[in-house]
């Protein structure tokens, strides 16, 4: 592939202190959220998904998340994202002064309702008022379209799925949507089909990549996304996080791979290596576990001979 047809430069979105951590079984204070968001943003990252305003009762872990919002020191030229599953989501996640509140659908009709308990349209219908309300309100609104390459439960997923979605979101208002790969099963042309499918509804400028690791097709699928002109991607600091529906999905291509990947490329992220991995090792270590990323891992390895 010629170099000409990558973009040059690349935002990331660290979703690590919501997506990464929400399935943590033992509780993760929030000192340590904010902590690890500020270590996020000194390292150059302009993009953090924070928390998210859901039912303390179905993810127990997010239920500081005021708290997190509250504590954090904002930094000019950062924006400070937030999942907001519902209305009322929405309501308790305004005071805390987001910049972006992310919605979400599967393009598996099988997840939809083993995951929400509705169809796939259904779901998106829920999201209306939702996305009215933060237009109104002037905050920015993402959409995420999740099991995009394939459903722990009905197996492969098709392009047209994928684009149905992105129409749905586009109908009701969500300005950017992201094509997600949540239980990592996506190889490089399966995720450009799924691409393409939300370009037919999308400009280039407002579709993004996310794509989990579990059969270690993250970074080639990343590559593939690239190779489109995709230029937005949603990645995880060392590597954390699953999906509490999708048995033995792994965690969310990690920050530090990406980033190493992109710098040797020659494509600009503005972020600094070194302080990121620093990043995941302050996560890391607090979770007691070493950090999933290969590029920290070799780099550590490297400061440590």
Not at 151 to 160: I, N, R, T
Request: glycine share 10%.
């Amino acid at each position: 592939m010629p170099t000409a047809s990558y973009p040059s430069r690349v935002k990331l979105v660290d979703v690590g202190p919501r997506d990464g951590l929400q399935n943590e079984k033992s509780p993760v204070p929030a000192a340590v959220k904010i902590e690890l968001v500020h270590r996020l943003q000194d390292a150059g990252l302009r993009e953090v998904e924070v928390t998210s305003f859901v039912s303390p009762k179905w993810v127990p872990q997010m239920a500081d998340n005021a708290e997190v919002m509250a504590g954090i020191q904002r930094k000019p030229g950062v924006r400070y994202s937030v999942l907001t599953p519902n209305l009322k989501g929405f309501e308790a996640a305004l005071a805390s002064r987001p910049d972006e509140v992310v919605v979400f659908g599967a393009a598996s009709e099988a997840f939809s309702q083993k995951n929400i308990n509705c169809s796939i349209a259904e779901s998106i219908e829920r999201f209306a008022p939702v996305v009215e309300a933060a237009r109104a309100a002037g905050i920015y609104v993402r959409g995420a379209i999740s099991c995009a390459v394939g459903c722990p439960y009905e197996g492969e997923v098709a392009p047209e799925r994928v684009a149905y979605v992105a129409q749905l979101m586009k109908q009701i208002g969500v300005q950017h949507v992201g094509v997600a790969d949540t239980i990592g099963v996506g190889t490089p042309l399966k995720v450009q089909r799924a691409i393409e499918a939300a370009l037919q509804h999308y400009a280039l400028d407002d579709v993004s990549g996310h794509f989990h690791d579990t059969y270690g097709q993250a970074l080639a699928n990343t590559l593939a996304a690239l190779a489109l002109g995709v230029w937005q991607f949603d990645t995880s600091v060392a590597g954390l996080g699953g999906c509490p529906y999708a048995k033995g999905a792994t965690g969310n291509v990690a920050t530090e791979d990406v980033v190493y990947m992109l710098h040797g490329m020659g494509i600009e992220t503005g972020i600094n290596l070194d302080k990121l991995i620093d990043a995941g090792v302050y996560i890391s270590d607090f979770l007691g576990r070493k950090t999933q990323s290969r590029a920290a891992t070799a780099i550590l390895n490297k400061r440590a001979g």
